[in-house]
């Protein structure tokens, strides 16, 4: 075995607490690359927010057409929201108390 040769092992594993973080300078040069970077992560984002736009564009042209075929079906069907809002079931809004059901008490013996 050379000289310089040293057996690796549980000792040669370099954790934070035995290794000193060291801060690089800024130079001239690593903003250039921070100028890079930013410009890139600026162009991602305003892709996605072009991206999101007309995946808004869409779901709005879907929610118009889904409108415009219930009222069609409606009509066709004779029904007016007046009419659907009469027709609920009070079980289903609030009720009052003479509109309420009541459940049916059973006694078990065992």
Same mark, same amino acid.
């Given at each position: 075995? #050379? ?21 690089? !300078?800024?130079?001239? +040069?690593?903003?250039? $690359? ?9 162009? %991602?984002?305003?892709? +996605? ?8 564009? #869409?779901?709005?042209?879907? $929610?118009? +057409? ?23 079931? &009070?079980?289903?809004?609030? &009720?009052?108390?003479?509109?309420? %059901?009541?459940?049916?008490? !059973?006694?078990?013996?065992?």
């Amino acid at each position: 075995m #050379g000289k310089g040769y040293r057996k690796k092992g549980l000792d040669s594993i370099k954790t934070m607490k035995n290794v000193t973080k060291v801060s690089v !300078v800024k130079a001239k +040069e690593s903003s250039f $690359l921070e100028l890079y970077i930013l410009e890139k992560e600026k162009e %991602r984002l305003l892709m +996605e927010r072009q991206l999101f736009a007309q995946k808004l564009t #869409g779901i709005k042209r879907r $929610l118009k +057409e889904i409108e415009t075929e219930v009222e069609r079906i409606q009509l066709a069907r004779g029904y007016s929201m007046k009419n659907l809002e009469s027709k609920k079931n &009070p079980a289903l809004t609030s &009720p009052n108390k003479k509109e309420q %059901r009541s459940f049916k008490k !059973v006694q078990f013996d065992y």
